[in-house]
């Protein structure tokens, strides 16, 4: 009798745990929060905050005023040598490749720098100038308040943290912001092919 | 990421199997019925701790401080608790099989961390990622060399499981010093006192009550209650 209660309760547990596995992991998809980044964003785009940004200029100007555009987002720190520097060579071979609908005003490449203490107007400037960024097309931003870092990384699901050499290790990837300033999908660093096709399959009717 | 998987969950773990014996005993007798070899309550242990072994949750319970306190309680309650109510009345097989499959988990994760070029978690670095997945195979070759010397030396202590927890016996391996005549149990005693294993103390206890002088009347005679067709313990097994 008791050999048979507790197979009942075995094949339950059973049943229950597998269930609740599946749905921890998006259906056994994805077992890291990066992936589950992703997946949620493309089941449910992510509404982004009105955040207050300042440019390579000293222009002021917030998240919202990017509507009406498609926006391809990263995030850097100027001072990185390795990620950020992959994603600049990533967003510099976009911003050619995508030349034609930034030029018609259909696209925006903005980076976000994660470290606003370090990166000054000028520090934004020079880390387009070191990828050739030539602007308009391609803006780097620096949030204007400590809440305004906040938000923005929460809304867009980045984490970093401080590695032992004095600078940051965080998720790298390139964003892509619809005209109603919703995070519709999110790509790997060096997937700039495949962001290119999504792009203009989205920008043709 | 290394102190969080080698450190604090496995402390967790133990601060739930040191509540097991503050439970008041009538909640193990009432869940025994539906846990027969503790087969129930390892699933539940193993299913817990397969969640906090994804790497999402290992993440989710940095970033999010509800997720922090659901780790805090279900790994003592849902992992530890269970696995030291169940562990005694965990069989041979069982309790190999588990040990085995801890350690292919050690080895499994361990390799996965080490080699894994990507991030697993967005809160940790690639450098304690790959710390802990070489701190992982160390513990897992370890795990594995002290098995492998408590199989080989014969050593492997199978328990004595508490009365009544054992379907009959068909074996004298499986008596328990409650089925032993007086005299038998007192030699079982001494003998697991000297720290013999269950089967060395049961050999001992049998050929100390063989020994035993002409029996009184008040006292019947040591013969064991050993069921009809029972086999003696042969000297071919003592060397075990």
């Known amino acids: 009798m008791s050999a048979l209660r507790t197979a009942v309760l075995s094949v339950a547990l059973l049943v229950a745990g597998g269930e609740g596995i599946a749905i921890a992991t998006d259906g056994f998809r994805a077992f890291t929060t990066e992936t589950a980044r992703r997946l949620a964003v493309r089941r449910r785009p992510v509404g982004l905050p009105a955040v207050p940004l300042e440019n390579q200029s000293g222009v002021a100007f917030t998240v919202d005023d990017l509507r009406g555009r498609w926006v391809l987002v990263d995030f850097i720190y100027t001072r990185c040598l390795t990620m950020c520097a992959v994603l600049g060579g990533d967003f510099s071979q976009l911003e050619r490749q995508l030349a034609e609908p930034i030029a018609r005003g259909r696209l925006q490449l903005l980076s976000v720098s994660f470290d606003p203490a370090h990166d000054a107007p000028a520090d934004l400037a020079s880390y387009l100038t070191r990828f050739r960024g030539h602007g308009p097309g391609w803006e780097a931003a620096r949030p204007v308040a400590e809440e305004g870092l906040k938000q923005i990384t929460t809304a867009f699901g980045i984490t970093v943290i401080p590695d032992q050499l004095g600078g940051y290790t965080h998720n790298a990837a390139i964003h892509l912001v619809d005209p109603a300033g919703r995070l519709v999908d999110i790509y790997d660093v060096g997937q700039v092919e495949l962001v290119t096709r999504s792009v203009l399959d989205r920008l043709t009717p | ?240």
């Open chain 2, 1 to 240: 990421m290394t102190a969080q998987m080698l450190v604090q969950i496995p402390l967790l773990i133990g601060a739930g199997c040191l509540l097991a014996p503050v439970v008041p005993t009538r909640v193990p007798a009432r869940i025994h019925a539906w846990n027969q070899g503790g087969v129930a309550g390892l699933i539940l242990a193993t299913l817990v701790a397969t969640f906090w072994m994804l790497p999402r949750s290992l993440d989710a319970s940095i970033s999010h401080p509800l997720m922090a306190a659901a780790k805090h309680l279900s790994v003592p309650l849902l992992i530890g608790l269970p696995f030291a109510l169940s562990w005694p009345k965990m069989g041979f097989v069982v309790r190999g099989v588990l040990l085995a499959e801890v350690v292919a988990t050690f080895f499994r994760l361990g390799w996965l961390y080490w080699v894994s070029p990507i991030r697993l978690c967005n809160n940790y670095g690639l450098d304690d990622q790959r710390r802990l997945g070489a701190y992982m195979l160390v513990l897992g070759g370890g795990l594995l060399a002290w098995l492998g010397w408590k199989l080989l030396m014969g050593r492997f202590d199978s328990g004595a499981p508490s009365p009544g927890s054992l379907p009959p016996a068909t074996d004298h391996w499986e008596w328990t010093p409650a089925e032993l005549s007086p005299e038998a149990a007192s030699a079982y005693e001494d003998a697991r006192l000297r720290g013999l294993c269950h089967e060395g103390a049961l050999e001992a206890a049998l050929g100390a009550a063989q020994r035993l002088p002409i029996p009184t009347a008040s006292h019947p005679p040591p013969a064991l209650s050993r069921p009809a067709g029972a086999r003696v313990p042969s000297a071919s097994r003592s060397g075990k």
